[in-house]
Nanobody
Framework: QVQVVESGGGSVQAGGSLRLSCAVS????????FGWFRQAPGKEREGVAA???????LYADTMKGRFTISRDSAKNTLYLQMNSLKPEDTAMYYC???????????????????WGQGTQVTVFS
């Protein structure tokens, strides 16, 4: 059974930083694509960043320059370093993983099979 577990969320003052982690276990084959998504209260879930097995990355425009996605493929672990946080970054952050070797990255939810339960990030001013 595949398990996706996020950690590292919390409350931080605007301008601060947080590092989210995501551990995937129980996958028979390797994880090709990882992604981070977030959902703010009253809003739809949106893609934040994605990373492929080759290290290529894809970011939503609003996160470029502030967020950095990385992975440890040997450990099936994903990270999201978030700097210069803003109150509008407040949301539940979800980790997603995909074992199918799609040829390109995507920030579409349908691209990912495995999902975590989320970790809350709150940024206060």
């Amino acid at each position: 059974q595949v398990q996706v577990v996020e950690s590292g969320g919390g409350s931080v003052q605007a301008g601060g930083s947080l590092r989210l982690s995501c551990a995937v276990s129980g996958v028979t084959y390797g994880i090709f694509h990882f992604g981070w998504f977030r959902q703010a209260p009253g809003k739809e879930r949106e893609g934040v960043a994605a990373i492929g097995s080759d290290g290529n990355t894809l970011y939503a425009d609003t996160m470029k320059g502030r967020f950095t996605i990385s992975r440890d493929s040997a450990k099936n672990t994903l990270y999201l370093q978030m700097n210069s946080l803003k109150p509008e970054d407040t949301a539940m952050y979800y980790c997603a993983a995909e074992h199918f070797p799609y040829s390109s990255l995507s920030l579409r939810e349908q691209h990912f099979t495995y999902w975590g339960q989320g970790t809350q990030v709150t940024v206060f001013s």
